[in-house]
């Protein structure tokens, strides 16, 4: 059974830091692309950063460069968002999202979100 189980989600004043956390099982981690996505009220879900599948290549979008990182830790199938410097508008629920083979079948697969608020 495939699971990917975000966590580090929570209330925090601007300018602070989180750090996300998304755990997964049932499918062979280290060969799947990680990324973080981001939904806010009233808008469409976001790419917000991508690491390759041995964590040698990452991406993020502009709004969070120099603030966000993203890395992965292949022996604990777990990939994690470091946010600093965090703004009101970083205010979302963020996604956990995993993509790559199983065999000739490619496979996406989400977590059920954790809530990130940022506000005074």
């Known amino acids: 059974q495939v699971q990917l189980v975000e966590s580090g989600g929570g209330l925090v004043q601007p300018g602070g830091s989180l750090r996300l956390s998304c755990a997964a099982s049932?499918?062979?981690?280290?060969?799947?692309?990680m990324r973080w996505y981001r939904q806010a009220p009233g808008k469409e879900r976001e790419l917000v950063a991508t690491?390759?599948?041995?964590?040698?290549?990452?991406n993020y979008v502009d709004s969070v460069k120099g603030r966000f990182t993203i890395s992965r830790d292949n022996a604990k199938n777990t990939v994690y968002l470091q946010m600093n410097s965090l703004k009101p508008d970083d205010t979302a629920v963020y996604y956990c999202?995993?993509?790559?083979?199983?065999?000739?079948?490619?496979?996406?697969?989400w977590g059920q979100g954790t809530q990130v608020t940022v506000s005074s």
């Open positions: 999202n995993a993509m790559g083979y199983s065999g000739a079948r490619y496979n996406t697969y």
């Open positions: 049932g499918f062979t981690f280290s060969t799947y692309t």
């Open positions: 690491i390759s599948t041995a964590g040698g290549t990452t």
